[in-house]
T-cell receptor, first 113, second 113 residues
């Protein structure tokens, strides 16, 4: 039972344009959502998070949007840079599960110069 | 600040053999996690420690996997005996507390032949 899904295995964008990575979830108990970025041969690194009481959180070039009714969140990167090329994982947790994160499958983002 | 350290980085074994992985978390981090990431999937939590106690091991295949964090600092994860489907990257992460940001190590890539 895949509770967090990232339906696009890959995404390619031009430098300077917007990158939009999508994530869907099925568990309505999820109340905290995170995005992690992973470079090859490295562990995932935390990027940005959002609580279910918000619908948007912004940090520099990165913005996460949450649509609870659609059980959907997205990560916007603008402007995209070649150094943003990495695998992006969406993750979610519930208040009762504490810090147990449920990850999606990941989306490989490639930003072309 | 030193990150999460893991060793070895790569390991190749034959099925039915035993293997152990080591993790040293960020200094002062009370919570330690072991994740399994199978190719093409997101990380899946195997076990979570709070200091030297187990908080969550509900997804750990206890017939073959074991983990310990005896002094509340570094940790070992063991597989005995290994199966082909155990081929994956084993990620260790740590956080200050249970609800704080998780920082990941580079992982150990295990190949079972």
């Amino acid at each position: 039972d895949q509770q967090v899904k990232q339906n696009s295995p890959s995404l390619s964008v031009q430098e300077g344009r917007i990158s939009i990575l999508n994530c869907d979830y099925t568990n309505s108990m999820f109340d905290y959502f995170l995005w992690y970025k992973k470079y090859p041969a490295e562990g995932p690194t935390f990027l940005i998070s959002i609580s279910s009481i918000k619908d948007k959180n912004e940090d520099g070039r990165f913005t996460v949007f949450l649509n609870k009714s659609a059980k959907h969140l997205s990560l916007h990167i603008v402007p995209s840079q070649p150094g943003d090329s990495a695998v992006y994982f969406c993750a979610a947790s519930t208040e009762t599960s504490g810090s147990r994160l449920t990850f999606g499958e990941g989306t490989q983002l490639t930003v072309n110069p | 600040e030193a990150g999460v350290a893991q060793s070895p980085r790569y390991k190749i074994i034959e099925k039915r053999q035993s293997v152990a992985f080591w993790c040293n978390p960020i200094s002062g981090h009370a919570t330690l996690y072991w994740y399994q990431q199978i190719l093409g999937q997101g990380p899946k939590l195997l076990i979570q420690f709070q200091n030297n106690g187990v908080v969550d091991d509900s997804q750990l295949p206890k017939d073959r996997f074991s983990a310990e964090r005896l002094k509340g600092v570094d940790s070992t994860l063991k597989i005995q005996p290994a199966k082909l489907e155990d081929s994956a990257v084993y990620l260790c992460a740590s956080s200050l507390g249970r609800l704080d940001t998780q920082y990941f190590g580079p992982g150990t890539r295990l190949t079972v032949l």
